[in-house]
């Protein structure tokens, strides 16, 4: 089985009747979404609503069946469930390269409990040390911005579709990757400097937020958890 698949299967053993979800994007959240919405269908599972982080995710809950709600009308969530590019040993992650780090962001921090679900080709010992860091900005004066990133001890990029235009997220930002050579020394410090600088409208990176990581690895899942 795709070990992807295997993570989110045993993700969906944390979802109970009842409950209002946080639905990521990405690959292995497609899993979990349509393994959600088959237990929906069969009756294993009801009265589930779930705020989607971006407009695939939620096109896909929709042809599932599976009801979507809102923060407004549901401001804390019982649970989100997220992939992840990079996951390091203290739980914190990089986020982002399917293209929707704000509103999975936004929706996370709502949620009592924050799963991540990944296969073991994501963990790493430094983040940033294997996928570049994406950041969403505006697109007004654009190179002023990716010029300041590129003085953060990273080669910063903007993110560019095969077709030559640039990618464009749900809220109509620009998105840039920013590669940092051997990984980011300090996330927290660096975290602080995105947040700060106008221009910037949010990082990929997820600090303290992950309650659980779920990893589906060629020996079996194994269950990462904060303080433990």
Known sequence: MNLKHQAAERALNFVESGMTLGLGTGSTTTHFIELLGGSL????????????????????????GI?????????QLDLAIDGADD???QLDLIKGLGRALLREKIVEIHAKRFIVIVDESKLVSNLGERNPLP???????????????????????????????????DNGNYLVRCWFDGGIADPHSLARALADRPGVVEHGLFLDMADLVIVA???GIHIMERGK
């Open 135 to 169: 950041v969403e900005i505006i697109p007004f004066q654009s190179p002023a911005t990716i010029r300041w990133l590129n003085t953060l001890d990273c080669h910063a990029v903007q993110w560019i579709e095969e077709d030559g235009s640039p990618v464009i997220t």
């Open 87 to 89: 996951v390091n040993p």
């Open 67 to 75: 009801p979507l709600t809102n923060l407004e009308m549901n401001p």
């Open 217 to 219: 690895s060629s020996d």
């Open 41 to 64: 269908n069969r009756g294993l599972l009801d009265d589930i609503h779930a705020v989607p982080t971006s407009e695939k995710t939620a096109k896909l809950a929709r042809r599932l």
